[in-house]
């Protein structure tokens, strides 16, 4: 009888991979590109510390943090209390593009680490295609 | 014998794992031991569904499928 099955699971994509791959200068990266692609001027203050990965304040006015969390979350915050006037809408602007272009990120790292790990598995002439909504399809033979 | 499998993975996370031919009771445990796989590997996952089994042997579920949905074989249908 001709049939398939199908196994759904929900992957952690901001947890143990942004761990292993998302370095906060990676990261850097990200904020930067992000900068030049929504043409927002920011001015960026790094920090070395453990969670802490940057200030940016735009130019415009307004201030966001960026810090990657003891679990591996990346947090993207507006200034918060102690930053008065941090809460403009070009803030904002720059907090969603930035989650966006962190998301887009974890789901090509995640794809990047299934095919790894299925072709270490043993799997044979692997191909990676993707669909118009951004759902990449890995086809294998085992 | 290679048995080809797919493994869908969309921008939010979610892997759907097929296996497109053979039977149910061969590819049901294929399924479950290459997310285990994964899992075993590092890929965390917040939930992890049981296998389900579609059929393609009634032709309104080929039309169904040309569209893009999938039939349960109790009744229901929906979206991969």
């Known amino acids: ?142 | 014998m290679l048995n080809t499998f797919r493994i869908h993975i969309s921008p939010e996370g979610q892997l759907n794992v097929f296996a497109d031919n053979g039977t149910f009771q061969e590819r049901a445990p294929q399924l479950a031991a290459l997310l285990q796989s994964l899992a075993d590997n590092g890929i965390a996952f917040e939930s992890v569904g049981a296998v389900e089994q579609h059929r393609h042997d009634d032709p309104r579920d080929r039309l169904l499928a040309a569209s893009g949905l999938h039939s349960h074989g109790d009744g229901h249908y929906h979206q991969h």
């Open chain 1, 1 to 142: 009888m001709p049939c398939y099955a199908v196994a759904t699971a929900q992957a952690l994509i901001d947890n143990a991979l942004f761990s292993k791959f998302l370095t906060p200068d990676l990261l850097r990266q990200l904020i930067d590109l992000v900068s030049q692609e929504t043409k927002i001027e920011i001015r960026r203050s790094d920090y070395a510390h453990k969670n802490w990965v940057s200030d940016i304040r735009l130019v415009s006015g307004g201030m966001l943090g960026v810090a990657i969390l003891d679990n591996g979350k990346i947090a993207v915050s507006l200034g918060g209390v102690n930053y008065a006037g941090s809460d403009t809408p070009k803030a904002r602007e720059f907090m969603q593009a930035l989650e966006a272009k962190i998301k887009t990120v974890g789901a090509a790292l995640l794809t990047q680490a299934v095919a790894q790990i299925v072709q270490s598995q043993g799997a044979q002439n692997l191909q990676t295609s993707y669909k118009a909504d951004g759902t990449a399809v890995l086809t294998f033979q085992a």
